[in-house]
């Protein structure tokens, strides 16, 4: 937005994340930084991304395409939403001035970051609980979503962390409680354009485990993040 996030500066490096999936203890459920344990919470979650919402449950349950409004007037025919399907009824729609057009670009938009950042799969596919979800505009900012993300994130790391397949992470919520990155946009908003990627892979070169971090470079205790040690 604005320019303000460079593709440069958020790239992402797998070995990065590797690293942080690897410092996981599945007993605590913590990721291991130097000599101290840290949680992931969701309010790393929520300040990271500047993501405001409500606190309404979302609840998890089995539905079916055939159910779902937006499936049907979009005329989707896979058996998943995917996101070369969104993108494509976005250019189709953009240039709709009818209110139902301009509505389901918002809700395609919505589904794109669900699919691609907040809940992403190997598949790029979005469940159609979460196209459930934003057929109603006026209930989305309700929803707990941040819970949904912290809960999806934790529940991918716990489960496959040992194999390293599949998994998830956030390399920005490194540079946030560590010392390895210079901050770049000190009052950024949201705090994903505060750091430059690429400087936190050259910090982690000489470093194979986060446990190896020396005590300069290790976890800050940061006001506005609460968390557990």
Known sequence: ?????????????DEVV?????????????????????????????????ISCGSAKMVET?????????AKRLGIKEARLSTPAMKQKIKEL?????????????????????????????????KWLYVQHVEDLEKVKQYDWIEAITKYLLMSIHKNHKE???????????????????????????RVIKWKISDLQKSLKDFEHLSQLPGD?????????????
Not at 1 to 13: A, E, G, H
Not at 62 to 70: F, G, P, Y
Not at 224 to 229: A, G, I, K, S, T
Request: glycine residues 4%; positive net charge; hydrophobic residues 35%.
């Open 164 to 190: 390293l397949k599949g998994l998830k992470g956030s390399t920005y919520w490194l540079c946030e409680h560590t010392k390895l990155v210079d901050v770049k946009n000190p009052n950024a908003v949201p």
């Open 94 to 126: 953009k240039s709709s001035k009818k209110e139902q057009d301009v509505d389901d670009v918002v809700r395609l938009l919505y589904l794109y970051l669900c699919a691609t950042l907040f809940s992403s799969n190997q598949g790029t596919t979005v």
């Open 1 to 13: 937005m604005n320019k303000k996030l460079l593709s440069d500066n958020c790239r992402k490096y």
């Open 18 to 50: 590797l690293k942080i999936i690897q410092s996981y203890e599945e007993d605590s459920s913590s990721f291991t930084m130097g000599d101290r344990k840290l949680k992931l919470t969701k309010e790393h979650v929520k300040v990271i991304f500047g």
């Open 62 to 70: 089995n539905i079916k395409k055939e159910s779902v409004a937006l």
């Open 217 to 229: 470079k290790g976890i800050m205790s940061l006001l506005f993040f609460p968390f557990d040690v």
